[in-house]
């Protein structure tokens, strides 16, 4: 059910046809948008509340001022609603809705169950794969320090199965006692399952139950006056031991659980993770999600725990240091996902109390690094607006930069600054085409129209700042390409470098200014100029050298109209390769099958442009 336009919004109409059926609501703007997305095991009681008494105040009540038609889908159950939430959410990123930016995947161990010799590896991608995972790892670190101690206690073999399958002797890992060489024979079949039935309980978190039986074996072999395998027992028993004793928090069992907190400071958020796994703590990451003003902390957590988890693989306890609403949803709609039992609570003692402690600490700590790294990039932005004399603190910055060699494959980059530091999702590169080779004015022209005809149009946000590599000349072609797209706003400035091209002694040059300044190189000004400057150098370099590669990896056959590769084969194969075709005539290539004499032609003024 949809109402559009730009006329206050009437909600009567829908809410009397709403039934009091579990389902999604999404609250549109005026030009179709979603600007929320929220669920509800009864529709018409939910999406009613928005609308009833006086105006609220705070995000809904912005919220409902900006609604201009709202769509609901019916589901059989919640936790239906749920799930058809946190897609939704995913999808279209509402900008009412707390929004979750990292969704990279996590590392994991994997068990591949299908060779005779099993391995444990490094894994990250799809869950849905032969074998078994174990964690998902806070970061590739601790997955590698993991493997390292499995290798170190059972000897697993970490080999790829290409590399197992052509040994004839043992390689370096037996030697230094990190392997103990299925590949030639050297461990039979079953001591070797054995070791990995070692390995896997390590990994559930069962280390102590591994010590007591390896300590009976060690028993029984001195018992059998086998005295070097009871050595060996109590090597492994050692090393297990130390390994234990260094773990953090590993004292509540085979666990398998994410402590999660959640911080508020300014307007910010931070939620921060502990991972437990076999009852180790394995380490800890933080998210900084896009929340709508007036949130609360519980909300976001929720929200978190949502989009997190569903379509993922959760473990099997979620601890969360704030109550949550929907704990109970959650739970459930977790566990039908992954056919096991997953419990989302927070009313925890001992050691899952003290992770959640952990995660609190985390959260705050992260949140503070975070704002003193944003207050950084704020008091330079606030420097550089001094120091240039602007009328107000530039919060946008664009630096444009070329690059080529010798004219070859020139790139302009463009790099954008805020506040908050690099925004890098609005970097752009442009390859410059149809300018003279090396005149670097015409390829800043090009590049500074291609961008700034977009922001015309009104596909990018206006600049407060525009910064050029270069001097007087590069001034000038941007003002003159801001006065022909008539924008207005933006304050103009080139970088030049210094007569040795030492850091420090820059020189800035601004719009309408005779005299160029030259910032004190202690300034937090000039060493924002330097940084904005050096990225977008950096970033037209890497462009260049990637179109450049690709520009020598293609035959200059390919770009000649007619030459499609069944001829450019017959040429080479004829003339004995590239070289025989650029010491042909036009006689000669005009012999070869399938080449016509005007085609030749073509071919020999492409190769010879300067004959």
Known sequence: ????????FDPRPILRRLGHRPGVYRMLGSDGEILYVGKSRDLKKRVSSYFRGTPRPGKTGFLVSQVRGIEVTVTRSEAEALVLENNLIKAHRPRFNVLLKDDKSFPYIRLDTSH?????????????????LFGPYPNVPAVRATLRDLQRLFRIRPCEDSY?????????????????????????????ARDL???????????????????????????????????????????LAAIQETAVGGEAGAVEADALAVHEQGGLYCVAAMFIRGGRVLGSRSWFPRVAPGSEPAEVLGAFVAQHYLGGNPPTEILTAIDLEDEALLSEALAAQV?????????????????????AENARQALELKIAGTAGFTAQLEALGEALGLDRTPRRVECFDISHTGGE??????????????????????????VAAGDDYAAMRQALLRRYSRVKRGEAPLPDLLLVDGGKAQLAEAQ???????????????????????????????????????????????????????????????????????????????????????????????????????????????????ISRDLAHRIYDALHPAD
Request: aromatic share 6%; net charge positive; with cysteine.
């Open 197 to 239: 039935d070692h390995a896997i309980r390590f990994l559930e978190g069962r280390g102590s139950e591994i010590r007591r039986e390896l300590v009976k074996r060690m028993e029984a072999a001195a018992g059998r006056l086998a005295f070097e395998e009871a050595a060996r027992y109590r090597d492994q028993v050692a090393r």
């Open 409 to 434: 494959a020139t790139v302009a980059s463009c790099v954008v600054f805020t506040p908050e530091g690099p925004l890098k999702s609005d970097y752009r590169r442009f390859n410059i085409a149809g």
């Open 480 to 594: 003159g390409v801001l006065n022909e797209l008539e924008l207005e706003g933006v304050e103009l400035a080139a970088v030049a470098k210094g007569p040795s091209r030492r850091p420090g002694l820059e020189k800035v040059f601004l719009a309408g200014q005779p005299q160029a300044l030259i910032l004190p190189r202690d300034s937090g000004a000039l060493h924002l100029v330097q940084q904005v400057r050096d990225e977008a150098h950096r970033f037209a370099i890497a462009g260049h050298r990637q179109r450049r590669a690709k520009a020598r990896r293609l035959s200059p056959l390919e770009d000649i109209p007619g030459l499609g590769p069944k001829r450019r084969r017959q040429l080479l194969n004829e003339l004995g390769g590239m070289h025989g075709v650029l010491a042909a005539g036009v006689e000669d290539l005009a012999r070869v099958q399938g």
């Open 1 to 8: 059910m949809t109402r559009k336009g730009r006329e206050k």
């Open 339 to 359: 056919q096991r039992p997953v419990a989302v609570r927070h009313r925890v003692r001992a050691a899952r109390a003290r992770w959640l402690e952990m995660a």
């Open 164 to 192: 197992f399958a052509h040994r004839s002797r043992p390689c370096l890992q037996y030697q230094i006692e990190r392997c103990s060489a299925p590949c030639v024979g050297l461990i039979s079949r079953e001591d070797y």
């Open 116 to 132: 005779e010799f099993p391995r444990l590896a490094f894994y990250r991608g799809s869950r849905h794969v032969p074998g078994r």
